[in-house]
Each structure stands twice: as structure tokens, then as C-alpha cells.
């Protein structure tokens, strides 16, 4: 069960409804990127880029990338008006200052209590943990973005962490192409499911114990 194109522009999508006007917003590689394209009418977010950058844009358009202008992952982006520049040790001061309103993260894994595995997978070769640590730590809120199961099949909404973890009870917010839940004091609580996928599909492939309300949105 892959995440299609089609796939990755609603997770982005519904994870930008989490934007609030004037907040400095942190995005990770993957999905994630593609928030800054979808941010909703009348919403201006800072987004910030540990690489450097307060005010990074959207992507360039083909043929107008920058080789000078990126993201943390090495991606081309632009820069909006009034955008700032500083060295990397300020753009992690920031983060570690808790700066930032919200951070939206790849992961691997996730648990029932919002422990957080998104940096390595034992055996594999790792380029580096990056700003992963500090932002899960330090962000005010952190959304989560992935695959509702792996490649085998399995699900990454797991009772608790097989992967080493990045942080500890971290998550607030995780959305998939099959649901939204969030964490709460009393367990992972079912919010939203995304079309075509109903309750049974979202419990079948979720390893976790959800909490069912009584009233569940159904997202086109």
C-alpha cells in the first residue's frame, strides 16, 4: 500500500488546515515539503529551514531553480518577500529556543503515546539525524506525515517503537492517506478517515489501539 501523487497532495493538504496566520512553521523532507504549496487562502505562516532560511517559499516553478537556494534535504525552493538568511547554528538556536509554532515530519514509526522513529533503520545507511532531535523536542507541536503501513505491509501506527526513536511522546498530530488521529492523554484517538478507506479498514491496519467517538469525519 503506497502513497500516489494523488495520495501525498491530501496528507500535505490536511496537514496545512493545521496552519494558523503569523505562525513560523518547520517542514521535513518528503510529503511534508509539499505543505508550503498548499497553505490556505488568507493564511501567512513564516516557514523556517534549518539549513538557514526564515521565509522559504514554495517550489520554483521548472526551469527557475536556484542552485544557490534549498531546503535542509538539498531540495530547490524560493524565498518569499522580506525572507532572512543566517547561519545554521541560528536557524538551530531558533528551534532549541522553541521558536517554532509547528514542525511536520516524515517518520517510520509512531506510537500510541506519539514516540517518534523517523531517523534510521538499523543496518542501513543513515546520511546523518539532521535537525530531526531538536525539532521534535522543541516544536510547540509536531504533525507527523506518512504511509499508514510499510512496504511489507505492516502497520507504522504501532503499539510502541520498534526502530530506535528520535524523541519520546513528541506527536501530537499523524496523518495518512488512510486517517487523521491524534494523541491524546487517553490514547490515539480516531479524528478523520480519508476516502475510500472506512473505520474497519483504518483498525485492520493499525497496530495501535484507537479510540472510536462516536462521531467520525469523512474526508473526500
Known sequence: MGVGEDNR?????RAAQELRDGMVVNLGIGIPTMVADLV????HVIFHAENGILGAGGGPAPGEEDAFLCNAGGFPITVVDGASYCDSSIAFAMIRRGCIDITILGALEVSERGDLANWIVPGKRVAGIGGAMELAQKA?????????????GESKVKKQCALPL???ECVKLIITEMAVMEVTDQGLLLKEIMSPYTVEDVVRHTEAALILPKHISYLP
Open 140 to 152: 510547540k507541536k509536531v504533525i507527523v506525515l506518512m504511509n499508514h503501513v510499510n512496504r511489507q
Open 9 to 13: 497532495d491530501r496528507i500535505a493538504g
Open 166 to 168: 528520535t524523541a519520546r
Open 40 to 43: 490556505p487562502e488568507g493564511i
